[in-house]
């Protein structure tokens, strides 16, 4: 976990593989109807950010590889006119052979419709970028690409390989979190403010470096932003301590002035979570939920099969309490969730894994909460992918009109609609 380095196809380059030593099946509950909006025409764009909902229903997503350049590209498709007819595919922009490379992670729509998003690749070092793309002034017109940063870690005073997409704050400046770089590489959360007139330059600040022994670091998930302006995250591991943590980043009282980090949680592994990869979703009420992608109570998978817990913060950001919501068996339920959970409008948590499932090419499942506080929640299975005719390795998935989207990585790389 320590070096850096480009990763290859799979989004879990950086994850140990887990070992399966035993299966503790779950009955799975009645599967719901899949359906295939649109199917890539090869393996290689591999689909892997999750998808954005635009304006009028229209998905926008990236793919880690394909178009011209091979580098990877940002798409849209757009629903039909009437019902039962086909998705529109369109090509937004298609990353070249020099430049932004290979996005991991989807993009993030703006008020104005500008998209914004993070490359794994590319730029002066390869070590990533942060870039837009504005809409054309005209229908079928092409989309402008602005890079707004590159990343570039050689003096230690920046962040390198952003893996997860960016937050807009609410003054328009964008945050985010790189893996690696900072002053012990083991990772930075950053924030890039809007210029003060139109073209001109974006300025970054690092808002938090892993700074010492355990403390957090590799954050491979992003952070959400409380109404409040407080960041909250997950880090993979403790600098050099297998678990990882759950922080939260409070604002200065004053402009310039520094953030202050509190790690919220740290996970123990002995019947918690260990290892979130994935960011956080927060509720009406401020409440964050998340998965881990090893931990739980389940010995049937090396090191645990993974966990959803919840985090309930102070009003400050700076205190919380820990629940460990459900836990993976590594069987018909799934096991290492690596993606971010969607909260529905009824408070039903909708997520997917990227193994187990029936016959194991990952899950889509739900979970409702309980009628009375302190009870348990009910977990659903809603889909499994058989790693062949419907795909495997589900992205995180995003609510539209009571129906869940969503794409699968490979075997075939394609967009998905579900019905819950």
């Not at 939260?248 to 919220?264: D, F, I």
Request: contains cysteine; charged residues 10%; negative net charge.
């Amino acid at each position: 976990m320590r070096g850096l380095q480009k990763p290859g196809k799979l989004r879990r380059t950086f994850v140990p593989a887990l070992v399966i030593i035993a299966a503790s099946f779950h009955t799975p509950s009645a599967a719901q109807t899949l359906q295939r909006l649109y199917r890539f025409q090869n393996e290689l764009p591999s689909p892997n950010g999750g998808l954005a909902i635009g304006p009028g229903g229209v998905l926008y997503g990236t793919t880690y590889d394909g178009g011209a350049g091979g580098n990877g590209t940002v798409f849209a498709l757009t629903p039909p006119a009437s019902p039962g007819g086909a998705w529109t595919e369109t090509t937004v922009f298609e990353f070249g052979s020099t430049g932004p490379a290979n996005p991991v992670s989807g993009v993030t729509i703006g008020s104005d419709g500008v998209l914004y998003g993070t490359t794994l690749s590319g730029g002066a070092l390869d070590q990533g970028t942060v870039y837009s793309l504005t809409p054309p002034a005209s229908p079928g017109s092409t989309w402008t690409e602005t890079i707004l940063h590159t990343f570039d870690s050689t003096s230690g005073t920046d962040g390198a390989a952003p893996y997860a997409g960016v937050t807009i704050g609410s003054n328009g400046e964008l945050y985010g979190t790189t893996a690696f770089g900072g002053r012990l590489n083991s990772g930075t959360v950053y924030q890039l403010t809007p210029p003060s007139s139109p073209g001109g330059t974006w300025t970054e600040t690092l808002i938090y470096e892993t700074p010492a022994l355990y403390t957090p670091a590799n954050p491979y998930g992003g952070v959400v932003a409380a109404s409040n302006g407080v960041l909250y995250g997950t880090a993979f591991e403790l600098y050099e301590y297998f678990g990882g943590a759950v922080y939260s980043l409070v604002p200065p009282s004053s402009p310039g002035g520094a953030w202050t980090m509190t790690t919220l949680h740290e996970f123990t592994t002995t019947g918690d979570g260990s290892c979130p990869y994935a960011g956080l979703a927060m509720d009406s009420g401020g409440v964050l939920y998340g998965t881990t992608f090893y931990g739980g109570t389940s010995t049937a998978c090396t090191n645990g099969c993974g966990a959803v817990f919840s985090i309930t913060p102070s009003s400050s950001g700076t205190y919380a309490t820990e629940a460990v919501l459900y836990s993976f068996t590594g069987g018909n339920d799934g096991s290492s969730p690596q993606a971010k959970l969607a909260i529905g409008p009824d408070g039903k948590l909708y997520g997917t894994t990227e193994g187990g499932g029936n016959p194991r090419g990952g899950t889509i499942f739900s979970l409702t909460p309980p009628t009375q506080e302190g009870g348990v929640w009910t977990y659903k299975l809603l889909y499994s992918f058989n790693g062949t005719t419907n795909g495997d390795w589900p992205s995180p998935l995003v609510i539209g009109k009571g129906l869940l989207y969503g794409t699968t990585y490979a075997y075939p790389s394609a967009v998905f609609e579900l019905h819950p």
